[in-house]
């Protein structure tokens, strides 16, 4: 059986004393959709951090077999994770066309995906090539980012609440998105707050509760898992 | 009077470009990695020694390539074995590192050259008088100076804004993380902009050591005013450190020329009280001015005059 694409294992982590990540163990196959639900405060955020070296981790993360954990964050970008942050950080200052040439990696030719492939996914976008980023909308700004992290040809992009004050008809097209960036081969890991959009598009699911995995399923097993939905992610 | 003005406003405008050329690399080390460099005018001190060095041995021109790249290197070394290593010890343990790297470069510089005056000199072949206005003379030197400032001005907007790496500079002011999670190797970005500071506040040095005085006390008397000029113009602001330069050097040279007093200017309706006060000439105001703009501006506008961020 070939490695998996990404494998973390007992993954812990830590904010100074606080024990924030408590042997978190999960897994994503290329070309996946893996949703990571959870409430605020449960350590998704921490997950990904931790993994792209942000937050030093403690544990087993393994991209393809291939240990990098504890690697400083350029160097796990170069081995082909992206990370969409919740906060997106476009770079405001540069316009749109430079927010996506940054994108690419150093001494990288020939990726997957070409500045014509964003355009021709958000028009949008394209109409506003030579706009300060800083002018975009936030819906404009979301599809930015992950155009952004997608120049930089990755097999796994880390999506933290992509939908986060989103319009819904802007929510739906985030969605169709995704499921056309994985059909194209690239894994996502979606980091969710809400039910909606993860339940739509993941292949399967994870919940986090208290820093540790709690849940692991389809998207079918968790909808009629009343009692985990109850403890873990209702408010 | 039309000479007063040309003469002060040549002066200011030099004065102003040398400020930028240290307050450029300043504010850029500050906005990317969080670190208020006090050594930064200690490089601008090095870069007068080195290229006194030099020049005393090979001559001014050599001096004036090899001295910058010197301070260079040492900026990059001080950033990559020092600054780096201090970095996760917090802001606080940054400072101190900065404030004691600057008293050792001045105690070195004593212990290398003395504690008097060096005999730095420009180039015999710039030693002629450029222009002359009236009776009054301005040296080729000066102009030179502001040619080289001039010039590193418009080199240094060319490669942030026309090269990949300026790019990723710019984008690292504001997001030096995600910069890093995009796959570019930030702390040496990082080196590299702390060592193209230090070679600019080098290339200042050099510049400035033979019209100014090369003493090992040049750093301490000047640090203050950059800092000034960095957080008038806005920390992290580029383009509010260039005006924020230009002012206080205009601000300065003009109040210099200005010999008169309040009282004078007011004649018999000044106010009959602190009587001396009002006595006290513009010119002897001069070096207290970036201060006193300093405190106008922190209570007008206290991100700076471009600046964004609050603190």
Redesign the interface.
Known sequence: MPPRLLEVDNLNAYYGKSHILRGVTFHVDEGEIVGLLGRNGVGRSTTIKAI?G?VPPRGSIRLRGEEIAGL???Q???KGLG?V?ETR?I????TVK??L???E??GEVGGRWTMEDMFGMFPQLKDRADTRAGFLSGGEQQMLTIC??LM?DPSLVMIDEPTEGLSPMMVEHVARLLDEIAKRGVAILLVEQKLTIALKISHRLYVMGHGKIVFEGTPAELSSADAIRKEWLEV | MLQLITFSALNGVLYGMLLFMMASGLTLIFSMMGVLNFAHASFYMLGAYFGFEISRRIGFWPGLVLAPLLVGAVGALVERYGLRRVHRLGHVSELLFTFGLAFVIEEMVQMVWGKLPVDYRGPPSLDFVAFRLFDTTYPAYRMFMLSVAVAMFVVLLALLTRTRVGLIIQAALTHPDMVAMLGHNVPRIFMLVFGAGAALAGLAGVIAGPALVTQPAMATLLGPILFVVIVVGGLGSLTGAFVASLLIGLLQTFAVAMNFSLAEVFGPTAPPFLDDLWRVTIAQLAPVMPYILLVLVLIVRPTGLMGTRES
Not at chain 1, 91 to 94: C, H, I, K, Q, V
């Open positions: 792209m942000n400083p964050p350029y796990t970008a170069r990370y942050p950080d770079f405001p200052g540069l430079q927010n040439q940054l994108g990696k150093p952004r992290t930089g």
